[in-house]
């Protein structure tokens, strides 16, 4: 059975960071790119990130680039997602999922959510 258990959520001030982990079990990790998608107040799911199954080549969502870092440890399944400059725009249900941009919603796999709160 795939799990994934997304971790590291919490209220942060608006500048802040954050780094969410998800671990992962039940599939071979090191086989499937990854993503984060989040789920803001009132909102749909956005996709945030991508990784592939080397965790060389990565891909952002524009409003996140250059502030959100996604990163993977096939030796620990576990995926991450270091935040800066956070802002109250970020505040959302942040979940990970398995497959890479493309893939990630037909695939169907995801955790229960960790939540990021920015407010001052």
């Known amino acids: 059975e795939v799990q994934l258990v997304e971790s590291g959520g919490e209220m942060v001030q608006p500048g802040g960071s954050l780094r969410l982990s998800c671990a992962a079990s039940?599939?071979?990790?090191?086989?499937?790119?990854m993503s984060w998608f989040r789920r803001g107040p009132g909102k749909g799911p956005e996709w945030v990130s991508s990784i592939d199954i080397t965790g060389t080549t990565t891909d952002y969502a524009g409003v996140v680039k250059g502030r959100f870092t996604i990163s993977r440890d096939s030796a620990k399944s576990t995926l991450y997602l270091h935040m800066t400059s956070l802002q109250p725009e970020d505040t959302a249900l942040y979940y990970c999922?398995?497959?890479?941009?493309?893939?990630?919603?037909?695939?169907?796999?995801w955790g229960q959510g960790t939540q990021v709160t920015v407010s001052s």
């Open positions: 999922a398995r497959g890479g941009r493309e893939e990630w919603a037909r695939q169907g796999h």
């Open positions: 039940g599939f071979t990790f090191s086989n499937y790119g």
